[in-house]
Nanobody, 128 residues
Framework: VQLQASGGGLVQAGGSLSLSCAAS????????????MAWFRQAPEKEREFVAA????????DGVDSVKGRFTIFRDDAKKRVDLQMNDLKPEDTAVYYC??????????????????WGQGTLVTVSS
């Protein structure tokens, strides 16, 4: 599976951004719809942090309390895409945002160890 994240940029506090993760797979590998998908973020000099996930069956897993109610994850299997809608952005949301995929039957969840494939990251900068 290859993941391509996009949509990052510079936004003022209180603004919104929508990140997109486009997925592709090799022939004969499991359908993308069977993968759990997630977004993580990593701020400078901090560990990578779970933001949100959506399981293969559409169930979502919320991330850290600081993003609850502001960030929403969506998956569109027909378009082979997982989006992260971010509203009411704050300077502390500044980070590189990564999308990730867990092989079918894998752990997924809220830790980086649960995911097998990673996109290259897209930078989100929120100015005060």
């Amino acid at each position: 599976v290859q993941l391509q994240a996009s949509g990052g940029g510079l936004v003022q506090a209180g603004g919104s951004l929508s990140l997109s993760c486009a997925a592709s797979r090799r022939a004969f590998s499991p359908a993308l719809s069977s993968y759990d998908m997630a977004w993580f973020r990593q701020a400078p000099e901090k560990e990578r942090e779970f933001v949100a996930a959506v399981r293969w069956n559409g169930n979502t897993i919320d991330g850290v309390d600081s993003v609850k109610g502001r960030f929403t994850i969506f998956r569109d299997d027909a378009k082979k895409r997982v989006d992260l809608q971010m509203n009411d952005l704050k300077p502390e949301d500044t980070a590189v945002y990564y999308c990730a995929a867990a092989f079918p039957g894998g752990r997924g969840g809220i830790t980086t160890e649960g995911y097998d494939y990673w996109g290259q990251g897209t930078l989100v900068t929120v100015s005060s």
